[in-house]
């Protein structure tokens, strides 16, 4: 298999609620993409600034009387969620919106993983989009590897 992307990816809060697109190139003639995915931390240590998170997300949502239904203890503990999509030559290929912070994605041409469509790998630039949903840790770092396997070779 022949690394075509593999890179540690650093988000903060001003990343929250963005979608951030990683460009990449798929050569001719392979026949398999793996996507490997992870990051961390996946829960905040400071059970006192997902309280405070969790009331200003009431407050913006739910402005005056409207929030007054809302326990923020109820919404802990608070999660940073990070989601994939893929897109190759041609347009969407698939997404990855999961909870888990650490997952392994196959794209062939007679199956994928679930999300992804099967299909062949046409060689051209391919676009991953990092899907910031929440981000409720000071800082996040993700590892993102993609490696792609030629006809011939065999599978992992």
Same mark, same amino acid.
């Given at each position: 298999? #022949?690394?075509?992307?593999? &890179?540690?990816?650093?988000? %903060?809060?001003? #990343?929250? =609620? =963005?979608?951030?697109?990683? /460009?990449?190139?798929?050569?001719?003639?392979?026949?398999?993409? &793996?996507?490997?995915?992870?990051?961390? /931390? =996946?829960?905040? #240590?400071?059970?006192?600034?997902?309280? &405070?998170?969790?009331?200003?997300?009431?407050? &913006?949502?739910?402005?005056?009387?409207?929030? +007054?239904?809302?326990?923020?203890?109820?919404?802990? /503990?608070?999660?940073?969620?990070?989601?994939?999509?893929? #897109?190759? /030559?041609?347009?969407?290929?698939?997404?990855?919106?999961?909870?888990?912070?650490?997952?392994?994605?196959?794209?062939?041409? +007679?199956?994928?993983?679930?999300?992804?469509?099967?299909?062949?790998?046409?060689?051209?630039?391919?676009?991953? %989009? $990092?899907?910031?949903?929440?981000? $409720? %840790?000071? %800082?996040?770092?993700?590892?993102?590897? $993609?490696?792609?396997?030629?006809?011939?070779?065999?599978?992992?």
């Amino acid at each position: 298999m #022949d690394k075509v992307f593999d &890179r540690t990816l650093s988000f %903060t809060r001003e #990343d929250n =609620k =963005k979608n951030i697109p990683i /460009p990449f190139f798929v050569p001719e003639g392979v026949q398999a993409l &793996r996507i490997c995915f992870s990051y961390s /931390p =996946k829960l905040p #240590d400071d059970r006192e600034e997902q309280l &405070r998170l969790a009331e200003e997300n009431i407050r &913006r949502d739910a402005p005056g009387h409207w929030g +007054d239904e809302y326990e923020a203890q109820s919404y802990l /503990p608070l999660k940073n969620l990070l989601t994939l999509s893929l #897109d190759d /030559p041609f347009g969407y290929r698939g997404a990855a919106h999961r909870q888990d912070p650490e997952q392994e994605h196959w794209i062939r041409e +007679d199956s994928a993983s679930p999300g992804f469509l099967p299909g062949k790998l046409p060689e051209g630039s391919y676009r991953l %989009t $990092v899907s910031v949903h929440a981000l $409720v %840790t000071e %800082t996040c770092e993700a590892q993102l590897l $993609v490696e792609a396997m030629k006809r011939g070779e065999d599978d992992v």
